[in-house]
């Protein structure tokens, strides 16, 4: 059969397909020319920082390079008993170095984060070091301090041989390694980010909710009122965008605050005592509020673009067919705005799972979200690797909601305008 | 088949908008059963607003609605059991073809043996057996528009609504639509009320049309009647070609009379004329003169052409005859041996029967 296919030709005998590869080659250079400074900007404005986030977040290079030599003997030592010789003398050339470089200090703060201990007997090590003698260093530094004899340290020192850690991704979900190099939580009372974790799925889960219910009527209307009246709701709607984030939430902050209008409104009609007014900020509800409000928009828009879409002879078909009013919407109005449900649904709580202004000033304690603590690592700690990977658990966090989104919903069926 | 002769009432019904104008001025109209009527009439005359008042979309501001002798402004529209067939469809895109036509017996909890009955009955009825699975978005227009026939049909309504249902068709399947829902009225027997503004539609489909201009019903009886005795000026324009003089009766009397124009006098059916000195508007059918008669005519005038313009199985001819420079001839094109050529003089005649003299325009 296909022998019986004819190449087609031009009139001037040039295949087809060649002839329309080279008339086409002209534009398809032109378009990437155009694309191509965008395309530079998103490398280097977004590839590059979350390759970079990633590096860091696994990155465990700084101690492997201050003991290379130690590692190196290490990779023969079973782990059981304590190490012999040639590694206590591969860590004292190690250590010299490192002391001749006032880098000590350093490997104490790395090697105390894997085990509590290290700073001190560092320290000592450090001093008696001067008065080391050649040979037989295992004895000269077990007497220095009595965990230097301890195999419990050295198995610390090993563990941080790998150029590469996941440590900070397990101290994100409240684990670490422990010193049999399982993978553990820590404490119950020491156990902060999983709380964190689940505080910010629950508040941008909810928040998307009280979005949805509040922007379907809304977006209903301005899809079906006359265009004099939906355009000035729409103004309405669009209306807190050209206001300043911060702003936005300061107003939260003057509305909500115990002596705020909000709870004299309350006082006045007699919902609560004036003595007894309630905590509507620095808390949970402040930041339910606020970022419901902030976010309305993103998830009006797509429902209004997608309802703008639906002809309204369909609510008539449905009526006219037999269907009450409630059965025409549920089975003929609900369905086709499903697309811009999911867009909406999507957008707002990809937003809320990283919103970090609006909680961090009305969120009290309890209303904070996973990325006031990033924040909190990269401004205060200074532990950017931690923050890294914090961040980094959050972006596979949405990138798995976009992933079963696709699969329940499809990525083809989304409608953002 | 017909048994109610006011199966659908519309009693004195005026609707209004705004309060200010009168989109449906006392409509009074009496749709028998299994009945096709058709209202007919330029855009903004108010046929839709009918029909979305009969559907149960718009309430009538003023009179009431009788279905099958109940009073119905009160009822909401999916009770009222009346089938529609919308301007654009209106199919559910987010449903199959079968789905579609499951929607009317569901909501009236039809059983499913039953309902997939009803819906291959349906189907077959527009010949789309086998296309149930499809989605809209797949058919054709011309399918989607017999599934929203067949969607119309499939609960056995009494009465179905069909508003410009073939106007986003190309010509030729918009005719052979019309044939299709003709066959399929009357193979059933259905009331259908069906709202366009193509009078070749109308003409095609309906037992009977209601021509609607201005708010109101100008004339309402069979497609052969509304095109050989229009009872007005407007629907003698608005329905088919129209030759049409401008005059003064001179003179009436046994049936005739004699209207006077700029320059000559012609003989003409008195219809809305009533005595001497009334202005009139004089209509004549294009196929109605003839050149050249070989019978005898009592209005026999020399008019000279000035077009002609072929037209396959007719041609047109445009004479200048008695003051009106816009008279138009057809002449079926195997008549070969008149003497049709520009600017020949030539002798037109026509009987005074079909030359009707209406209100003034």
Known sequence: ?417 | MASKKDFVKFDKVDKSYDGKVLVVKDLQLDIAEGEFITMLGPSGSGKTTCLMMLAGFETPTNGEIYLDGKAISSIPPHKRGIGMVFQNYALFPHMTVYENLAFPLRVRKIPKDEADKKIDKALSMVSLQGFAARMPGQLSGGQQQRVAVARSLVFDPQLVLMDEPLGALDKNLRESMQYEIKHIHESIGVTVVYVTHDQSEALTMSNRIAVFNDGKVQQLSSPDELYEKPVNSFVAEFIGENNTFGGEVSDISGGKCKVKLANAEILANPISVKGKGERTTVSLRPERALINPSTKMDNLHKGKIEEVIYHGDHTRVRINLLGNPEFILKVPNSSSNLDIKLGNEINIGWNSDDARALDPK
């Not at chain 1, 400074?37 to 986030?53: A, C, S």
């Not at chain 1, 991704?169 to 009372?189: A, F, Q, R």
């Not at chain 1, 976010?295 to 309802?307: A, G, I, Q, T």
């Not at chain 1, 059965?327 to 799972?353: E, H, M, Q, S």
């Open chain 1, 1 to 417: 059969m296909s022998s019986e296919i004819k190449q087609i030709l031009t009139t001037d005998g040039i295949p087809l397909e060649v002839s329309l590869k080279k008339a086409e080659r002209k534009n398809k250079i032109k378009a990437f020319l155009l694309v191509a400074p965008l395309l530079l900007f998103l490398i280097i404005t977004y590839v590059f920082p979350i390759g970079d986030m990633l590096f860091r977040s696994v990155d465990d290079k700084m101690v492997t390079q201050m003991l290379p030599k130690t590692f190196k003997a290490m990779e023969n030592w079973d782990g059981q008993e304590l190490p012999d010789e040639e590694v206590f003398a591969a860590f004292h050339e190690d250590f010299i170095k490192l002391v001749e470089d006032k880098r000590e200090g350093k490997l104490s703060t790395q090697l105390n984060y894997t085990k509590n201990g290290f700073k001190s007997i560092i320290k000592k090590l450090r001093r008696a070091s001067k008065k080391f003698e050649e040979g037989n260093y295992k004895e000269q530094i077990m007497s220095v301090h009595k965990r230097w004899a301890d195999v419990e340290y050295w198995r610390a020192i090993q563990r941080r041989a790998p150029e590469f850690t996941a440590q900070k991704y397990l101290k994100g979900m409240d684990m670490y390694v422990n010193e049999e190099g399982k993978i553990v939580s820590v404490e119950e009372d020491r156990r902060i980010h999983r709380v964190l974790w689940l505080r910010t799925l629950e508040i941008a889960f909810f928040v998307t909710v009280f979005c949805f219910l509040m922007a379907y009527p809304i977006a209903h209307l301005l899809a079906t009122l006359p265009m004099k009246y939906s355009n000035l709701l729409m103004i309405c709607v669009l209306l807190p965008f050209w206001t300043s984030l911060l702003v936005r939430t300061a107003s939260w902050m003057i509305l909500l605050q115990q002596q705020g209008i909000v709870n004299d409104f309350f006082v006045g009609i007699g919902l609560v005592a004036d003595d007894n007014r309630p905590e509507m900020m620095y808390n949970k509800t402040g930041s339910y509020v606020a970022m419901t409000q902030i976010l309305l928009p993103f998830m009006v828009l797509p429902l209004y673009s997608v309802m703008k879409t639906i002809s309204p002879s369909l609510m008539r078909a449905g009526k006219s067919l037999g269907g009450t009013p409630f059965v025409a919407f549920w089975k003929v109005y609900f369905p086709l705005t499903i697309p811009g449900i999911g867009a909406g649904c999507l957008l707002v709580f990809i937003l809320a799972i990283g919103y970090y202004i609006t909680p961090a000033l009305v969120g009290g304690a309890s209303g904070t979200l996973i990325s006031n603590q990033i924040a909190f690592h990269m401004k205060s700690t200074l532990d950017w690797s931690f923050a890294s990977a914090m961040g980094l658990m959050l972006l596979s966090g949405v990138l798995v909601i976009y992933w079963l989104y696709n699969k329940i919903v499809g990525i083809d069926n989304i409608k953002l305008g």
